[in-house]
T-cell receptor
Framework: AQSVTQPDIHITVSEGASLELRCNYS??????LFWYVQSPGQGLQLLLK??????LVQGIKGFEAEFKRSQSSFNLRKPSVHWSDAAEYFC?????????????FGTGTRLLVSP | DAGVTQSPTHLIKTRGQHVTLRCSPI?????VSWYQQVLGQGPQFIFQ???????GRGNFPDRFSARQFPNYSSELNVNALLLGDSALYLC?????????????FGEGSRLTVL
């Protein structure tokens, strides 16, 4: 069974500093990869996704992620964090060849932004 | 445009009771998926329905069931509630049943079982 590991439960970053959130997955082949953000009282919003091709993926709100097959990682980055980025971030993988959409999520990383 | 809407937003039940959660997808979306998010965890897949048929089911007991109506809205039913069923239940809609269709999530229904 595939799994997703987000090793950091909480991360605190100063406003304007850079950010990197870690994600590692376990899967037999290259899965579909996603990053979602969940703000308090809100549903999940897709930031970006990787299916194939260029391993550096650009998303919304200035986020990007890089797929590294050798490390089974899909880390999320942002060069300059804004206070509004404080939220919970989830990495997810999509199982291929199931005939339907099934996302397997990590446990999430809560981002705190200090002034 | 209206996003995915879920009702009720909060509810409290006691052990052994039954609950029905409702979801209205974005207009034009034919797929509805249900996820359970226990406090401190990531969402866990329960079901996907597409064109009123169950397309996939996660590792949940038979106490969990769902259906999709001709207007593509959906209900999630949970029987014989247990304390461990306390969670945020998220509904997501998509225009298709494949990963090419982005999932749009509602704000969820928070269920507390006492």
């Amino acid at each position: 069974a595939q799994s997703v590991t987000q090793p950091d439960i909480h991360i605190t970053v100063s406003e304007g500093a850079s950010l990197e959130l870690r994600c590692n997955y376990s899967y037999g082949a290259t899965p579909y990869l996603f990053w979602y953000v969940q703000s308090p009282g809100q549903g999940l919003q897709l930031l970006l996704k990787y299916f194939s091709g260029d391993t550096l993926v650009q998303g919304i709100k200035g986020f990007e992620a890089e797929f590294k097959r050798s490390q089974s990682s899909f880390n999320l980055r942002k060069p300059s964090v804004h206070w509004s980025d404080a939220a919970e971030y989830f990495c997810a993988v999509g199982e291929k060849n199931t005939g339907f959409q099934k996302l397997v999520f990590g446990t999430g990383t809560r981002l705190l932004v200090s002034p | 445009d209206a996003g995915v809407t879920q009702s009720p937003t909060h509810l409290i039940k006691t052990r052994g009771q039954h609950v029905t959660l409702r979801c209205s997808p974005i207009s034009g979306h034919k797929s509805v998926s249900w996820y359970q998010q226990v406090l401190g965890q990531g969402p866990q897949f329960i079901f996907q329905y597409y064109e009123k048929e169950e397309r996939g089911r996660g590792n949940f007991p038979d106490r969990f069931s769902a259906r999709q109506f001709p207007n593509y809205s959906s209900e999630l039913n949970v029987n014989a509630l247990l304390l461990g069923d306390s969670a945020l239940y998220l509904c997501a809609s998509s225009w298709n049943d494949r990963y090419t269709g982005e999932l749009f999530f509602g704000e969820g229904s928070r269920l507390t079982v006492l």
